[in-house]
């Protein structure tokens, strides 16, 4: 992800943070740290699936998995201004996941395969019964 540093209405043009060579692909993306952290609050907390069988023929433990605790790392591009201020973004998410305990430090991007990504935030959600 990089900045949006630009715009010529008249021209219909984009300036980016980056290199764009002719061809590329842009995605535009819109921070929604609540709507995230909360869809996978729902994602872990759902029950299992029925359709898991032991081996013996019964099904197995359905019971929802809860999240126990969770650490969010966000890029130090990113920092609190976007999100109204210091550790906004941390409290924001510790809103939608509930009342688990959060631990949160900001690193220099994410690095994904071969590339490395800025702008982004990853939270690991660590589960049990």
Not at 41 to 55: I, M
Request: with cysteine; proline share 6%.
């Amino acid at each position: 992800m990089r900045h949006l540093i630009g715009l010529d209405p008249r021209r219909g043009g984009v300036a980016v943070a980056d290199t764009v060579a002719p061809g590329m692909r842009l995605a535009f993306c819109l921070r929604d740290v609540v709507r995230n952290c909360t869809e996978i609050r729902d994602e872990v907390e759902a029950p299992a699936p029925q359709a898991f069988l032991h081996t013996r023929g019964d099904a197995l433990d359905a019971a929802p998995k809860r999240i126990q605790w969770a650490i969010y790392v966000s890029c130090s591009g990113r920092g609190g201004p976007p999100f109204g201020g210091t550790s906004a973004e941390l409290k924001l998410a510790q809103h939608a996941l509930g009342k688990v305990p959060l631990a949160g430090f900001f690193a220099a991007g994410e690095i994904a395969r071969q590339h490395l990504y800025y702008q982004t935030g990853v939270l690991t959600a660590f589960t049990g019964a």
